[in-house]
Structures are given as structure tokens and as C-alpha cells.
């Protein structure tokens, strides 16, 4: 029996150290998917967003007398907006900027379209465009709230893979922290873009 108890001992103690080694790569990788997958719902709400504002300009486009150069804006920012991806194996900081660029550019082309919009009171009254309206303060929201969620699943992969000792696996299994979704500078003011619709002119 003693002679088998070197044996025993190292199966044991590998068996330990595989089960150990196993626990920190797949928590790693159900917590990286899972990033990926709230990236995934980050980009579908901005799709949302993009479908809503190209009904908008639909409907303002109705307006025969309305600036021709604020709609073309909305559009050209709208087209940068969609063209502009990223691969969710590939959520670097530089990436999530450059997406985050395109998006403010829209923000900032539909700001400038509502605010507009004020001067055309059959526009402003126009049932469709309420609601659009009503959709696309929704859905704002629901980016908001995306974004928060793929920051938390980010977080939580961070944290695994950083403390100890999985620190010093997570390099090994070829794991590397992911950035967080941060906003530009100043867009801690949002857009506004809920208007008194019933206000006198």
C-alpha cells in the first residue's frame, strides 16, 4: 500500500489542481460570452433607435417647406451611425470610442431636428411623429439601460480573471480584460427630446 501512496497523492493532487485550473476557464468563459451577448443588446437597442429615427424622417419629410439641410444631416449621420460596427470578439477601447462617436453624431443630428421641428406646428401635432417621438425617448431609456448591463457583465469578467490566483491562469488561457462602455465627454447631459407639443406659437 505504501507504495502506491506517491501515486495517490499526485493523481490527487492533479486531479485538484485540473478541477481548479477547469473552474477558472469556463467561469471566464461563461462571463465573457455573456459580455458579448450584452454587447449584442447594446447594439440592437441603437438598430431600434436607427429604424425609429429613419421613420421620423419619413414622416417630417412630409413637411414640403421643412430645411432640407437639417433632414439631409439626420440621414448622413444616420448612415455613419449603422456603418459603424463592432465585432464582439474585439470590444477594445479605441472600438467602443469610435463607435460611441458615430452614435453622438446622430444623437446630436436628431437633437438639432427636434428642435427644428418647433417651428412647423402641423408637424409638431402630427399623430406619427408623437409617437415616433414617444418611441425614440423609449428607447433612449432602453440604451441606457443596455449599456449599464454590458458594463455589469464587463465588470464581472474583469474581476474573475484579475484577482488571485486566477490572475495568474487567465493569462495562460489567453483571457485579457475588456474595456467598459464609457460616454463622450459632456454627453452626461442627455439629449432632450420630449417637447410641449401643445404650447402656443
Known sequence: ??????????????????????????????????????????ESAYQR??????????????????????????????????????NAGNLTGASLAQFQQAQSGLSSALSKLLVVVEKYPDLKSNQNFLELQNQLEGTENRIKMERDRFNGKVNQYNKHIKVFPNSMLAGVFGFESMDLYSSNPGSENAVDINFDFNKKE
Request: proline share 1%.
Open 1 to 42: 500500500m505504501k507504495k502506491w501512496l506517491p501515486l495517490i497523492i499526485t493523481i490527487v493532487v492533479v486531479y485538484i489542481g485540473y478541477s481548479w485550473a477547469k473552474g477558472i476557464n469556463n467561469t471566464a468563459v461563461v462571463n465573457q460570452e455573456d459580455a458579448k451577448a450584452a454587447w449584442s443588446n447594446v
Open 49 to 86: 433607435r436607427n429604424d425609429l429615427i429613419g421613420n421620423l424622417v419619413k414622416t417630417v419629410q412630409g413637411a414640403a417647406d421643412f430645411e432640407k439641410s437639417t433632414l439631409t444631416e439626420v440621414v448622413n449621420a444616420r448612415s455613419k451611425a449603422t456603418s459603424t460596427t463592432i
